[in-house]
Each structure stands twice: as structure tokens, then as C-alpha cells.
């Protein structure tokens, strides 16, 4: 056999190659919760630490249990778990009690992605579905809210605008640090975009959804403000309080839970955008992130099937 026959290759797909890795991927993602997790720490103290660990220690035991019990090859060095963990943690309160966080930790991991088929086949993103249950199981404990540093148990931001019971609300640059009520990850908008920049940055995630789901926020909570007479203050407030920052640059950007098209993730984030706002106002709990995620990646498949691109020299079909 001559060196020429070796020239050309066949091979299955995929045919193209790139240096990323799942691995390295989820490291970035926990590089850039990093400076969230910093201010959570910082204006929550020790709570703050043990529900964060709690969370991640109990993802991270439910990950090697599953794989075990599947026998299956060990992912933990994937770092998903952890990431699920940090996400959880970041949607919770600091002062839910350690055992609730360890059990939304625990669901989440086991329920939402190793029911499904582990990593790659969940239809949800773990980390809203573990939340979810914990709100439904314990909707006291989820919806307690203390005051950073002196702990005094007060509203959200966002309860504090539903409810309408003249107490004052935040200013913008204490959103945009943190120096509020609510999540550990959800405080400090500025935090969560410098992370959502990064991810940007490494290209891990797409702009469209985090741009389309902010926009929308915007965009409809400006045209509210003008009908009611509401200052520019309005629709800012919507965008930096609350976890919308959380769930547009680390939720709703899932790979495997969000669209694969372009169109399909301007449309994701569109939609998701249109129920933050209806929830918020029109529900009656003042925070809407959690279940607009949810129910998009519902729809994602047909997203996917209705926006994919047509098949060179076919008819574009949608069966």
C-alpha cells in the first residue's frame, strides 16, 4: 500500500472538530458566577456559604450515586453537577435551611436530568426545575428575605413594587451591587452581566437569547411605564431587579434545554421576555424568571422543528 492510499479518509460524522470540552465549558461557567458569588458572600456572610455548599456537595454526591446505580462511566469531572449546584444555590435565600437546599439540590440532579438520561438529554434545566419544587413544597422558607448584612427580614424588591405598601424602593446602583433583599445569586446585577460577558466573550453562549430576553423586559415594561405615567426608572428597575440577569445569561442559555437555531433563540428569549412581564404583573407572585424558562424550554423542540433550516435541493418540510 503506497502513501497515496492513505490520502483520503472516511470516517462517521461529526466531521468538523473544535478544542472546546464539556469540562472546560463548565469551568468557564463557574469563572463567571464567580464575582456573583463573591458579592453573595459578601452581603449574606455565613448563610450564604453553607447554603452554596450544601447545594454543591449534595449535587455533586447525587451525580456519583446516579452514575453508580446506572453504571455508567463517572462525569463528575464534567464539573455539570457543580454548576447545577452554584445555579441552585444562586436561586435560593440565604436563610432556607440547609437540608431544604441539599434536597432541591438533590431533586434537581436526580429528577430533572438523571430521569432524562443525565447529562445532554434533560428537556428542563436542572437547576430552575429544583427550585421550582422547593417554592411548591416550601413556599414560606422560599419567599423569606432578609436585608444584606444585618439580616432584618424584609421584602423583595420586586415584592416591595407588587404590593404597593409605600416602603421604598432600592435605588439602581444598589440593585446593580447588591445592596438589596432576595437570591443569593439575584442581588447584584452588575455581577451577573460581568459573568454573562465572559461567557460572551468565550462564545459559550449565544447573544440572541440573553439580548432578546432583556430587550423584551425592556421594551414592554417602557411602553407600561408610559401608559401609567411611570418615569425611566420603571423598566430599569425590571431589568436589574430580581433574577432576570441570572436567568438570561446562565439559565436560559442551557445548551441543551435552549434552541440550536438563531431564529429559534431570538424567539426563546422573545417569549420568555413577554412571560417575565406577565407574571410579574399580572400573577400573583412578583417574580416570573423561574417559570418563563421553565415553559420555554417546553416549547424548544417545536421551536427547533419550526426554524430549522431547509435541507439543500428539498422542499422545506416540517414533518
Known amino acids: 500500500m503506497t502513501n497515496q492510499d492513505n490520502l483520503l479518509t472516511v470516517s462517521s460524522s461529526p466531521h468538523l472538530h473544535s478544542p472546546d470540552s464539556v469540562p472546560a465549558a463548565m469551568r468557564d461557567v463557574l469563572i463567571a458566577l464567580i464575582p456573583a458569588l463573591i458579592v453573595a458572600v ?6 450564604a456559604i453553607m447554603v452554596i455548599l450544601a447545594c454543591v456537595v449534595s ?3 447525587a451525580e456519583l450515586v446516579c452514575l453508580k446505580i446506572m453504571k455508567r462511566e463517572s462525569s463528575t469531572k464534567e464539573y455539570s453537577a457543580v454548576v447545577t449546584g452554584v445555579l441552585l444555590a444562586f436561586c435560593l435565600p440565604p436563610t432556607l435551611p440547609v437540608w431544604m437546599a441539599a434536597l432541591g439540590s438533590i431533586f434537581a440532579v436526580v429528577i430533572a436530568k438523571h430521569l432524562f438520561g443525565g447529562l445532554g438529554h434533560n428537556i428542563f434545566n436542572p437547576a430552575l426545575i429544583g427550585r421550582a419544587f422547593l417554592l411548591a ?21 420586586l415584592g416591595i413594587m407588587k404590593e404597593a405598601t409605600g416602603v421604598q424602593l ?3 446602583t444598589d440593585l446593580l451591587l447588591g445592596n ?4 443569593l445569586g439575584e442581588t447584584s446585577a452588575l455581577a451577573l452581566l460581568i459573568g454573562g460577558l465572559y461567557l460572551l466573550y468565550k462564545k459559550h453562549i ?6 432578546s430576553y432583556l430587550g423584551t423586559v425592556f421594551v414592554l415594561t417602557s411602553i407600561i411605564a408610559m401608559v401609567k405615567g411611570q418615569g425611566f426608572e420603571y423598566p430599569v428597575f425590571h431589568l436589574f431587579a430580581g433574577g432576570l440577569f441570572l436567568g438570561a445569561f446562565f439559565m436560559a442559555t442551557d445548551w441543551v ?5 438563531k431564529t429559534g433563540r431570538l424567539i426563546f428569549g422573545v417569549g420568555a421576555g413577554v412571560l417575565v412581564v406577565l407574571i410579574r404583573l399580572k400573577g400573583g407572585y412578583p417574580e416570573g424568571v423561574c417559570y418563563s424558562i ?7 423542540p417545536l421551536i427547533d422543528r419550526y426554524t430549522k433550516a431547509r435541507v439543500f435541493g428539498r422542499l422545506k418540510s416540517y414533518a
Do not use: Q
Not at 180 to 183: F, P
Open 170 to 172: 432600592p435605588s439602581i
Open 180 to 183: 438589596v433583599s432576595g437570591s
Open 137 to 157: 413544597s416550601f413556599p414560606v422558607a422560599m419567599t423569606t428575605w432578609v436585608s444584606p448584612i444585618d439580616g432584618v427580614t424584609t421584602a423583595s424588591p
Open 206 to 211: 449565544d447573544w440572541r437569547i440573553p439580548g
Open 257 to 261: 434545554t435552549s434552541p440550536v437555531t
Open 59 to 61: 449535587a455533586y454526591v
Open 42 to 47: 459578601y452581603f449574606f456572610r455565613l448563610p
Open 294 to 300: 421553565l415553559l420555554m424550554n417546553v416549547v424548544t
